[in-house]
C-alpha cells in the first residue's frame, strides 16, 4: 500500500520529453537513482550491525525508486487493425460508410498522411513492431503459416531478440497483448515468453470470429499459455480483456497491444453464425456478403477503440497516456486504399502505406496532420523514449523516435526506408519510391519502376529509363541494406521447437 500511495504523489507532472526522466539502462539492467529520492529517504543511517541491512536497504530504495519513477511514466496503448486499407476510414475519405470513433480519435489527435507498416504481410509487420528493427534481421521476412507442411510453420520470434514489452518491464511497466499474436504457434513462442504479463487471444494469423478455429482446423484461443474456451466475438474480446486490463492497472503504468482480428477474413460480421469447426475450416462467407460484414467488422472494431477512449477519460488516464492506431498492411481488394495502387503483399504504396492515428490529450495539438514520413518500426523507439527506457546497445533499433513530430510538429531527418517480401523490393528516399518486382518468366528481367510520389502518389508513370542514375544508387542502397539486416539475422528452425 505504501508504494501505491507513494506512486500516485507523482500523477500530473509534465511530458516526459520536457521534464528529464531518470533513464533505466535496459540492456544492462541498471538504474539511475536521482539524488532527490535519496534525500527523501533522509540522512544515511550509521553502519548496522546486521550485516543484512545493506541488502535490504539498497533492495528499499531501488523498489521505492521504481514504483517513484514509474508512477511519473505515461500509459501506452497500440491498436494494430489487419489488413485496413489506407481509406478504409471515413477520416481517411471512405465515402461508404462512417468509422465515427476514429474521426474522432483524429479530431482529437495526430493524423499521419504518410505512415507505413514495415511488411506487406501479417506476421513480418508485426515481427518489426515489437523490436524496432526490420523483421528481417528477426529471421521472419515472410508468413508463419498455419499448415504444418509449410517450410515457416516451426518459425517465431526467437528468445535472442529484445521485444518492447521486455523493455519496459525495466521500467516498471505491467503488459498485455489481447488479439493477434501471429509471431510462433509453438509454446516457446508464446508472447509471455517475450514481456507480456498477460495474453488473451489467438497465436495464428486467423480464427473464425465465433468458434476460434484456425485456418488449419485447430481450437486457437487463449489466456496466457492455456487454450481456453470463451464465447464471443472475437472484435468483442479483444475489446472486453483489454478495457479489464486498463481499469486493474490505472494506477500504475501499463502497456496495452491491442492487436485487432479486423477486418481479416474469415469475413464474419457480430450477428453471422461460425464458418469453421474443428478439422474443417474451408467454409468461407459468399463473395455476396463480404461487403456487408466487411463494414460491419471494421465499423465494430470503431466501437472498441471509442470504449478504449472512453475509458481512459472516465479514468481520468487520457492526458497520461499515449495512444496508437494503425494497421499492419494495407487492405487486398476488398477493402480501400484509394488513391493507393496495389494492394496487401505488394511493394506499390497500397500494400504498405496506412492510416495512422497518434492521440494524446495535452501533448499533441488536435486535428493535426503531418506528412512526414514514419513507419511500423518507429513505435518502438517513440514508446521508450517517452518512458525513459533506453534502447537496447546490442541489437539497435532501426526505427526512430516520433515524440519530436508528435509533440512539436519538428521534420525527421532524411532517410531510405526499405521494404522486402520474397524477391520484390521497394527503397524510398525523399520523395523517390524504387519498385523491384521479380519477373516470374524464366530468364526474363526484373521489373523496375522509379516513382515521384510528390507528384505521384497512385505510381502511374514509371520514371526508371528517365533517371537512370537515381536508379542505379537506390539499387546500391538496397542491395547494402539487405547485405546488413541478413548479416546476423536471427536463425530459425527447420523443425518445430521443443
Not at 37 to 55: E, V
Not at 142 to 154: F, L, S, Y
Not at 378 to 387: E, G, H, Q
Request: hydrophobic residues 35%; glycine residues 8%; aromatic residues 10%.
Amino acid at each position: 500500500m505504501f508504494f501505491v500511495c507513494a506512486a500516485n504523489a507523482f500523477h500530473g507532472r509534465k511530458a516526459p520529453w520536457t521534464t528529464p526522466i531518470p533513464t533505466i539502462q535496459s540492456s544492462e539492467k541498471a538504474l539511475a537513482i536521482p539524488g532527490h529520492f535519496i534525500t527523501m529517504l533522509g540522512m544515511a543511517p550509521p553502519p548496522p550491525k546486521n550485516r543484512r541491512f545493506p541488502l535490504l536497504a539498497a533492495l528499499f530504495l531501488t523498489v521505492f525508486t521504481n514504483a517513484s519513477i514509474a508512477a511519473d511514466r505515461p500509459n501506452f496503448i497500440i491498436i494494430m487493425a489487419d489488413d485496413l486499407g489506407y481509406s478504409d476510414l471515413s477520416c481517411y475519405g471512405n465515402k461508404t460508410y462512417k468509422t465515427p470513433q476514429l474521426d474522432k480519435m483524429a479530431a482529437e489527435g495526430l493524423k499521419f498522411l504518410d505512415f507505413h507498416s514495415s511488411g506487406t504481410v501479417c506476421s513480418p509487420t508485426r515481427a518489426g513492431l515489437m523490436t524496432g528493427r526490420y523483421q528481417q534481421r528477426a529471421g521472419i521476412p515472410a508468413v508463419i503459416v498455419a499448415d504444418p507442411k509449410r517450410p515457416t510453420h516451426p518459425h517465431g520470434l526467437q528468445n535472442a531478440e529484445n521485444t518492447l514489452p521486455e523493455l519496459l518491464k525495466t521500467a516498471g511497466y505491467t503488459t498485455g497483448i489481447f488479439g493477434k499474436w501471429h509471431l510462433g504457434y509453438y509454446l516457446p513462442y508464446n508472447p509471455t515468453h517475450h514481456g507480456f504479463d498477460q495474453f488473451a487471444g489467438y497465436i495464428s494469423g486467423n480464427v473464425d470470429f465465433f468458434s476460434h478455429i484456425d485456418q488449419a482446423g485447430r481450437f486457437d484461443w487463449w489466456h496466457d499459455r492455456k487454450p481456453t474456451r470463451e464465447k464471443g466475438y472475437t472484435t468483442h474480446l479483444i475489446t472486453q480483456h483489454a478495457l479489464k486490463f486498463i481499469e486493474a492497472n490505472k494506477h500504475r503504468p501499463f502497456c496495452a497491444y491491442i492487436a485487432h482480428e479486423a477486418p481479416h477474413y474469415p469475413y464474419q460480421g457480430p450477428n453471422d453464425k461460425p464458418f469453421r469447426k474443428v478439422g474443417n475450416a474451408k467454409v468461407r462467407a459468399k463473395n455476396a456478403d463480404i461487403p456487408r460484414a466487411y463494414r460491419e467488422m471494421v465499423q465494430e472494431m470503431d466501437k472498441g477503440v471509442g470504449q478504449i477512449l472512453d475509458t481512459l477519460r472516465r479514468l481520468k488516464l487520457d492526458r497520461k497516456t499515449l495512444v496508437f492506431f494503425f494497421s499492419d498492411n494495407g487492405a487486398n481488394r476488398h477493402g480501400q486504399n484509394t488513391p493507393l495502387r496495389g494492394f496487401k503483399g505488394q511493394m506499390f504504396e497500397g500494400g504498405h502505406r496506412v492510416p495512422c492515428i497518434v492521440w494524446w490529450p495535452g501533448k499533441i495539438r488536435p486535428a493535426s496532420k503531418t506528412v512526414q514520413t514514419a513507419i511500423s518500426i518507429d513505435i518502438m523507439p517513440t514508446v521508450l523514449a517517452a518512458a525513459g527506457v533506453s534502447t537496447p546497445k546490442k541489437r539497435p533499433l532501426d526505427g526512430v523516435s516520433l515524440l519530436p513530430v508528435l509533440a512539436q510538429g519538428k521534420r525527421l531527418k532524411p532517410r531510405k526506408l526499405f521494404w522486402e517480401m520474397g524477391a520484390n523490393a521497394a527503397v524510398r528516399d525523399g520523395k523517390w519510391k524504387l519498385i523491384i518486382v521479380k519477373n516470374r518468366r524464366k530468364n526474363a528481367k526484373n521489373s523496375v519502376f522509379l516513382f515521384n510520389l510528390d507528384s505521384d502518389l497512385s505510381e502511374k508513370t514509371n520514371l526508371a529509363k528517365k533517371y537512370p542514375d537515381r536508379v542505379k544508387a537506390m539499387r546500391a542502397a538496397h542491395k547494402t541494406w539487405q547485405t546488413d539486416v541478413l548479416a546476423n539475422a536471427s536463425p530459425q528452425p527447420k523443425n518445430p521447437p521443443k
